[in-house]
């Protein structure tokens, strides 16, 4: 029987889209659906941090010699959205010096390059360290945007003929017998929904061959088709600060435990992380707790926070895979290496494997490694390209920075825009029409805007995550407004309208978490900017206003109470 594609990959995170990009890139006919925007799951929901492998170097060996190969090789393909930041391990008065010892000779064996600092040479690369750090180990630690890389493969996969299906949810596994053949997914019907199925609608979609890289929610899809796979999903919480306190990644000196880094990434730095097992990777309490641990707990290493602004905080769902009789109770214990289940040889049941585990760092190595295995089945023998071809955007990154004053980027809002755009900055800059700048926080123009519509349609999400506009210092305040002006007059009223109040929804959901002091402040500067100069608290345009304003009310009386105990911090 004719199938609609060769390869169907399941997940539009890092590793999904890597996937869809390796194999397309090889030839063969691809589909992925990915049931939000890309990036919706995990990979939209990390600390940016490009691994050294340093935080491995003594746990998990195997994986730290993972992350600094992959290290090198993101620094090359993907340059564009790798920020060469460097990284310290630092160790407190407190802390072991058996620790920093192991911690020093795991680098090494591992082949990543590290180097001690003395307290106060720790001091001169980052000055608002606290001043009783006694020491720190140099790596290549590095930020990486995970949106800008993400989507950076999508569009390189559908350069290549595949074709990229946001907004579309697996609802069942297509199963005859012990041959899986594809999936049913229902097309959202929510505003700005840019797909290829219709909204509201479902659709089956046949393939030679899936692949399930949805990463916490690989047991999910399994279960639909009754395979176990042993995802013990695990929340971090990472919190947003309003401008960067450090420029280089710090981490903590000590053995595992929460709130040991600090991410600077872009014009804010993110603190995190905690690390608690949880039964479903969507629906788990989000504590303000955890905000405040983050906080108090780095404040030791870098002071400074403890006075900053907190923007917004979020959390995320690690895959962790525990293979069937390892037995292991705690999550930090987990090895975070990956796994590739061929449910053929494991479970009798053909047509499709999964990719768990892993991280961030190492998606392209996972992406290679099941692309392989899926050539093989498929009878392919077309090799992997993808560590040596850069990604739309990172294409003769250093030549274009010599030249960069040639086509006019000399100011630091073009700058901004040359250092997301990369090598598709003359394309996009250079535009006989007025580019005034929208996003006044992030430097973001009307030109990167536009350009991100073309892609997203009137997802204003999607053309978030593709600009960072509404990602700083406003959260959207100011520019939300004016980012959806730019859909008119293509889209009608009532779609903008919606496209509107699901951003400006989106944007409040993580700042909840952060009112007191300056940032309740500018809470309520939004507030009176949306409801009151836009009327959107009561809209005569339409029955019911779909932002959450009673939300809000909630929200600000809880960062009343906030503000109260934590003194206005």
């Not at 804010?268 to 608690?276: K, N, R």
């Not at 040889?345 to 585990?357: K, P, Q, T, W």
């Not at 204003?460 to 100011?478: D, E, H, Y």
């Amino acid at each position: 029987m004719a199938r609609d594609t060769e390869v169907l990959v399941l997940g539009g995170g890092s590793t999904g889209c890597g996937i869809a990009r390796d194999l397309a890139m090889r030839g063969l006919e691809v589909t992925l659906v990915e049931r939000g925007n890309l990036t919706d799951g995990t990979t939209g929901r990390m600390h940016g941090l490009l691994h050294s492998g340093g935080r491995y170097a003594v746990s998990d060996q195997a994986s730290a010699t993972e992350c600094i190969e992959e290290n090198e090789v993101l620094r090359e393909i993907a340059g564009h959205c790798v920020e060469e930041t460097g990284g310290l391990f630092v160790q407190r008065p407190e802390d072991s010096d058996d620790y920093f010892r192991e911690k020093l000779k795991g680098c090494r064996e591992c082949g990543i390059p590290a180097r001690v600092l003395s307290g106060s040479e720790a001091r001169e690369v980052e000055p608002y360290l606290a001043d009783d750090v006694k020491r720190a180990i140099e790596v290549p630690d590095g930020a990486v945007d995970p949106f800008r890389l993400c989507v950076a493969n999508a569009i390189d996969a559908e350069n290549h003929g595949a074709r990229i299906e946001t907004h579309a949810e697996v609802i069942d596994l297509l199963r005859d017998g012990d041959d899986i053949y594809g999936v049913e997914v229902r097309h959202d019907s929510g505003p700005g929904k840019r797909t290829h199925g219709t909204p509201g609608t479902t659709e089956e979609i046949t393939a030679e061959y899936v692949v399930n890289a949805t990463g916490a929610w690989a047991g999910q899809i399994g279960a639909m088709a009754d395979l176990e796979v042993e995802v013990r999903p695990s929340k971090g919480v990472m919190t947003i600060m309003n401008v960067r306190q450090v420029d280089t990644v710090i981490n903590r000196c000590h053995p595992k435990g929460d709130a040991d880094i600090i991410v600077p990434h872009e014009t804010t730095a993110i603190l995190g992380t905690t690390d608690e097992e949880v039964a479903d990777p969507d629906d788990y309490p989000e504590e303000q707790w955890e905000v405040d641990q983050m906080i108090d707990t780095l404040s030791e290493l870098v002071p400074i926070l403890e006075e900053a602004r907190t923007i917004r905080s979020f959390w995320g769902v690690r895959p962790l895979y525990e293979p069937p009789g390892t037995g292991t109770q705690d999550p930090t214990d987990i090895t975070r290496d990956f796994f590739l289940l061929d449910h053929a040889d494991r479970d009798g049941v053909a047509g499709m494997s999964s990719i768990v585990g892993g991280k961030f760092t190492t998606y392209r190595m996972m992406a290679e490694d099941i692309a392989d295995h899926v050539c093989e089945k498929l009878g392919v023998t077309a090799t992997c390209a993808t560590a040596d071809e850069p990604l739309p955007g990172s294409e003769n990154i250093a030549t274009l920075e010599a030249g960069m004053d040639d086509f006019g980027l000399r100011s630091p809002v073009a700058r901004r825009s040359k250092q997301r755009l990369g090598s598709r900055a003359r394309e996009v800059l250079e535009t006989g029409e007025p580019n005034p700048v929208i996003c006044q926080c992030e430097g973001v123009t009307r030109a990167e805007i536009k350009d991100a519509i073309s892609q997203s349609g009137t997802d204003l999400n999607a053309v978030r995550i593709r600009t960072r506009a509404s990602m700083g210092n406003c959260q959207g305040g100011f520019c939300c407004q004016p980012m959806a002006n730019e859909l008119h007059p293509e889209y009608d009223e009532e779609m903008v309208r919606e496209a509107l109040d699901e951003l400006f929804q989106e944007r409040w959901k993580g700042e909840r978490h952060a009112l007191w002091g300056e940032q309740l402040s500018q809470a309520m500067l939004n507030y009176a900017l949306h409801a009151t100069t836009m009327n959107r608290d009561q809209d005569p345009a339409s029955a019911t206003s779909t932002v959450d304003f009673a939300a809000f009310d909630d929200g600000r009386a809880e960062g009343d109470r906030i503000d109260g105990i934590r003194g206005g911090r």
